[in-house]
Structures are given as C-alpha cells and as structure tokens.
C-alpha cells in the first residue's frame, strides 16, 4: 500500500519569494508521482507528474519538482510566487502496476500568497 | 473539448430523498471516477469505471450507487443519505492508465439535511 505525507498544511509567503511544499512517499513497489492544485470552488487539476527519465519536472507556469528516490520525496518549488498561486496543492502518488488510475492523495497545503 | 461537466453544481437534498449526480466528458477517455471531498480534506476515491464496467468500489455504502450508461456519462445515485455525506463531490476522467493525467469537473456540492 502506497501513503504520501505533506508535512506542512499551510504556507503563507509574500508575493515573489521563492516557496516549497513539501512531500514525501512510502511505498513498497514503483510508483508515479504527480502534484495537483485546487483553486477555490473548483476541481482538481494536474500541476506536474514523474513517470520516468530526468528526475526533475517542471510545469508551465514556473513550478518544478524532483524526484529523490533515497529520500522518498517529491517537493514541489517556485522561485517566485505570485498572488494567483494562492491554492490547496495536493501531492499524489499512484502504484505503477495498477491499471485502474487509483490516486492516492496527501492532505494537502495551502499555499496563501499575500501582497 | 478537454472539459469534465458536472451537474447541478450545488444539490440541498433530505435524508429521505432519491437524488442523481451526472458527470459527463466527450475526450473520449475510458476512465471514470467518482472521489468524496469533505471541506480542507484531500479527495476520496469512491469508484472507478473502465471501459463502462465497474472496476474498482471503495467499499461505499449502497445508499450511494454508481451507473455508467455509455462511455461518455456517469451518474451516481443518491438514496437515504446521512448529513455526513455532505460534501464536495467530484467527478473525473483519464485514458485509464495509472500514469495518466486525471481531468476534474469542478464538482458538486452536496448538503443533506
């Protein structure tokens, strides 16, 4: 069985600091490892996601994260945040031999970008 | 068209109401899913359909019951309810592997009273 730990629910930063949320993994077999957002009132939506290959990702809109296998950790991190940042970021992992998609959910951080 | 579209988007329902939940998505995925977020919580998976067959159920109580008439909707039946299953829920779709990227409605949110 697969679990993810985001060690901090909330991080509250100013406007253009650089930020990092936190996630760590346990599973006994390969998994993939991906980071959705969560904007007020809406669905979920994929922000990155770790498959295979170079052990770093990155997003569209500036965010990247890396693989550490030895430290089981899939941190995710902005050099500079901006107000429209301001989500719920979930952290999740999915077990590679499973066909059926199941994700399994860390319980999230809020990240609060203020001016 | 790469939406996830959910109905209604908000839903009062009594404990002895019979009400249903519509999900629907024209990409063509093979994958749906329904998750259960209650307020500052991480998503819950409830159920997934593969190829319009049930293929995975959370162990959910059957006062909540799944349908998947075609490969484009998905409903989810809503009968006996309790106020603790109010919540947030979520509908989602994906090509169907682990390593695919899950598309969200925005959701549905439900008060039982």
């Known amino acids: 069985a697969q679990s993810v730990t985001q060690l901090d629910s909330q991080v509250p930063v100013f406007e253009e600091a650089p930020v990092e949320l936190r996630c760590n993994y346990s599973?006994?077999?390969?998994?993939?490892l991906f980071w959705y957002v969560q904007y007020p009132n809406q669905g979920l939506q994929l922000l990155l996601k770790y498959l295979s290959g170079s052990t770093l990702v990155e997003s569209i809109n500036g965010f990247e994260a890396e693989f550490n296998k030895s430290q089981t950790s899939f941190h995710l991190r902005k050099p500079s945040v901006h107000i429209s940042d301001t989500a719920e970021y979930f952290c999740a992992v999915s077990d590679r031999g499973n066909q059926g998609g199941k994700l399994i959910f860390g319980q999230g951080t809020e990240l609060s970008v203020k001016p | 068209d790469t939406e996830v579209t959910q109905t209604p988007k908000h839903l009062v329902m009594g404990m002895t109401n019979k009400k249903s939940l519509k999900c629907e998505q024209h990409?063509?995925?093979?994958?749906m899913y329904w998750y259960k977020q209650k307020a500052k919580k991480p998503p819950e998976l409830m159920f997934v359909?593969?190829?319009?067959?049930?293929?995975i159920n959370e162990s959910v109580p059957s006062r909540f019951s799944p349908e998947c008439p075609n490969s484009s909707l998905l409903n989810l039946h809503l009968h006996a309810l309790q106020p603790e299953d109010s919540a947030l829920y979520l509908c989602?779709?994906?090509?169907?592997?682990?390593?695919?990227?899950?598309?969200f409605g925005s959701g549905t949110q439900l008060s039982v009273l």
């Open positions: 990409m063509g995925h093979r994958a």
């Open positions: 989602a779709s994906s090509q169907g592997g682990s390593w695919e990227k899950l598309f």
């Open positions: 359909y593969s190829y319009e067959k049930l293929s």
């Open positions: 599973s006994s077999v390969s998994v993939y």
